[in-house]
């Protein structure tokens, strides 16, 4: 019944097809004999690929509400078309960009001839993790002189998320964690998964374009005592709106007071200011008072290190002795989840943190990326004024960071993209880092049509 194996008579002629054909004899037997012992197999070696896929019932699912902006965008033949969805800086030519530090540090790393490719400790590089509690917290941080800080290299800001998200439902007292409305989107999914229960509080205004900071008082107030709190350390995402420092400062009394447990993701730092120190402010205020706290970083954006997934994750305890524990811990959380992170990303990050020269290019670089888009503000904001567009635009230029909240809705939206070939997050989200002189006015004319043609 079964058809015997061997290749097609008249071309086995030769040693290797001979050896061939009688590794196939060899095979075919050795199947037909575990056959022989076991009935219950199909006779057939073809029905299997009748029947259904054991996968038959998955169903399709939507693509990602950011990173499947991209890929609507990839398929549009249009010219004119403007990927304004996910966060990622381009140039005023509208062209991904490498960074000269970058760059540099990569061929001071091909340069040495003494680097290997093995594997790094569980927690990741241990310079890079000394130097990125050193950006974050501050040279001087006390926390830092006195060890109660672990820092573990993570896969980016949001591996970071997921790591400490873990160890806090394994080890942490409260599984409810609130997270601001709205958030990058990405949070609920990372946050739930990995066994915590996530609530909001409030954080926008759609009336003023602003904080809701009398809400977010009033539902931090109500939450249990020990709750975890995902404060983003600046430029919110998506709104684009921070707490002043005295807000910040308000914030802190009612977290400490309630003990509430602040989990700072800064996804942005450099780029709200321009200015490292001047964005980290939130998390080191939180840092000052010697409680504890959790802070998540991402290289991605700052040092435009998208995909090489370089991040880390600090935990800020209160003696040296709990931070050991800790981070314990935290190898076991990291270690069946993806072993250890990666070595390019986070050397190129500590050789330009180590290095004073390369320090110092990279904040003018990164200045320079922060005022682009500063600039890109304005040149909207003036483009909407030009053409007399309805409504007040004037929060294009008060908000921070890589994206405007635009206060366009969905239907506006979806006429922007389909009329005008712009890509963007149907929550009215634009990422100025994506736009350039030469499209500003593209950009202002659909959202002229769209906020007069459609409600
Ligand atoms: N946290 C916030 C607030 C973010 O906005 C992002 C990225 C991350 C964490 C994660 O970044 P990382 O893992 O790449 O370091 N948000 C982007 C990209 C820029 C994305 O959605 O993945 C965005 O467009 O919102």
């Given at each position: 019944m079964r058809p015997e194996l061997t290749l097609p008579t008249g071309q086995a002629s030769s040693p290797t097809d001979r050896r061939l054909n009688a590794l196939l004899r060899h095979l075919s037997s050795s199947s037909s004999s575990a056959m022989d012992t076991n009935n219950s197999i199909s006779p057939s070696p073809t029905s299997a690929f009748q029947h259904d896929s054991v996968f038959s019932h998955v169903v399709q699912a939507p693509e990602d509400p950011i990173l499947g902006v991209t890929v609507a965008y990839n398929k549009d033949p249009s010219p004119v078309k403007l990927n304004l969805g996910v966060g990622a800086y381009r140039t005023e030519e509208g062209k991904p960009l490498v960074l000269n530090v970058v760059r540099k540090a990569e061929q001071q790393l091909v340069n040495d001839r003494a680097r290997v490719k093995e594997y790094l400790p569980i927690i990741g590089l241990a310079e890079f993790n000394k130097l990125s509690a050193k950006l974050i917290f501050g040279a001087d941080s006390p926390a830092i002189q006195e060890n109660r800080i672990t820092t573990v290299q993570c896969l980016s800001g949001t591996g970071s998320l997921r790591v400490g998200a873990e160890f806090l439902a394994k080890h942490y007292h409260q599984r409810t964690i609130y997270i601001p409305l709205p958030t990058w989107g990405n949070h609920p999914k990372v946050f739930t998964l990995a066994g915590l229960s996530v609530k909001t509080y409030r954080y926008y205004d759609p009336a003023t374009r602003g904080l809701n900071f009398q809400g977010l008082l009033e539902d931090l107030g109500s939450a249990p005592a020990g709750a975890i709190v995902l404060l983003h350390a600046c430029a919110h995402n998506p709104t684009g709106v921070d707490p002043t420092l005295q807000q910040w400062e308000q914030i802190r009394q009612l977290m400490r007071s309630k003990k509430l447990l602040p989990f700072f993701d800064s996804a942005y730092q450099g780029f709200a200011s321009g200015s490292l120190d001047a964005d980290a402010q939130s998390v080191r205020m939180f840092v000052a008072d010697g409680g504890e706290c959790l802070a998540a970083q991402s290289y991605a954006k700052n040092m435009g290190l998208y995909g090489e997934r370089v991040g880390a994750l600090s935990i800020v305890c209160k003696t040296a002795d709990v931070a050991g524990k800790v981070e314990s811990q935290l190898k076991l959380v990291i270690r069946p989840m993806y072993s250890n992170p990666p070595i390019h990303g986070a050397s190129i990050v500590a050789a330009i943190l180590r290095d004073r020269n390369l320090y110092s290019e990279w904040t003018i670089e990164l200045k320079a990326m922060a005022d682009r888009i500063i600039s890109m503000r304005h040149q909207l904001y003036d483009a909407l004024r030009a053409r007399g567009t309805?409504?007040?635009?004037?929060h294009i230029i008060k908000q921070i960071g890589m994206f405007t909240f635009t206060g366009l809705n969905s239907k506006q939206v979806t006429f922007m993209t389909k009329e005008y070939h712009i890509y963007m997050t149907s929550d009215g989200r634009i990422s100025m880092a994506g736009l350039s002189s030469k499209t500003v006015p593209h950009l202002a004319d659909a959202i002229h049509a769209a906020v007069t043609r459609v409600v």
């Amino acid at each position: 019944m079964r058809p015997e194996l061997t290749l097609p008579t008249g071309q086995a002629s030769s040693p290797t097809d001979r050896r061939l054909n009688a590794l196939l004899r060899h095979l075919s037997s050795s199947s037909s004999s575990a056959m022989d012992t076991n009935n219950s197999i199909s006779p057939s070696p073809t029905s299997a690929f009748q029947h259904d896929s054991v996968f038959s019932h998955v169903v399709q699912a939507p693509e990602d509400p950011i990173l499947g902006v991209t890929v609507a965008y990839n398929k549009d033949p249009s010219p004119v078309k403007l990927n304004l969805g996910v966060g990622a800086y381009r140039t005023e030519e509208g062209k991904p960009l490498v960074l000269n530090v970058v760059r540099k540090a990569e061929q001071q790393l091909v340069n040495d001839r003494a680097r290997v490719k093995e594997y790094l400790p569980i927690i990741g590089l241990a310079e890079f993790n000394k130097l990125s509690a050193k950006l974050i917290f501050g040279a001087d941080s006390p926390a830092i002189q006195e060890n109660r800080i672990t820092t573990v290299q993570c896969l980016s800001g949001t591996g970071s998320l997921r790591v400490g998200a873990e160890f806090l439902a394994k080890h942490y007292h409260q599984r409810t964690i609130y997270i601001p409305l709205p958030t990058w989107g990405n949070h609920p999914k990372v946050f739930t998964l990995a066994g915590l229960s996530v609530k909001t509080y409030r954080y926008y205004d759609p009336a003023t374009r602003g904080l809701n900071f009398q809400g977010l008082l009033e539902d931090l107030g109500s939450a249990p005592a020990g709750a975890i709190v995902l404060l983003h350390a600046c430029a919110h995402n998506p709104t684009g709106v921070d707490p002043t420092l005295q807000q910040w400062e308000q914030i802190r009394q009612l977290m400490r007071s309630k003990k509430l447990l602040p989990f700072f993701d800064s996804a942005y730092q450099g780029f709200a200011s321009g200015s490292l120190d001047a964005d980290a402010q939130s998390v080191r205020m939180f840092v000052a008072d010697g409680g504890e706290c959790l802070a998540a970083q991402s290289y991605a954006k700052n040092m435009g290190l998208y995909g090489e997934r370089v991040g880390a994750l600090s935990i800020v305890c209160k003696t040296a002795d709990v931070a050991g524990k800790v981070e314990s811990q935290l190898k076991l959380v990291i270690r069946p989840m993806y072993s250890n992170p990666p070595i390019h990303g986070a050397s190129i990050v500590a050789a330009i943190l180590r290095d004073r020269n390369l320090y110092s290019e990279w904040t003018i670089e990164l200045k320079a990326m922060a005022d682009r888009i500063i600039s890109m503000r304005h040149q909207l904001y003036d483009a909407l004024r030009a053409r007399g567009t309805p409504g007040d635009w004037s929060h294009i230029i008060k908000q921070i960071g890589m994206f405007t909240f635009t206060g366009l809705n969905s239907k506006q939206v979806t006429f922007m993209t389909k009329e005008y070939h712009i890509y963007m997050t149907s929550d009215g989200r634009i990422s100025m880092a994506g736009l350039s002189s030469k499209t500003v006015p593209h950009l202002a004319d659909a959202i002229h049509a769209a906020v007069t043609r459609v409600v």
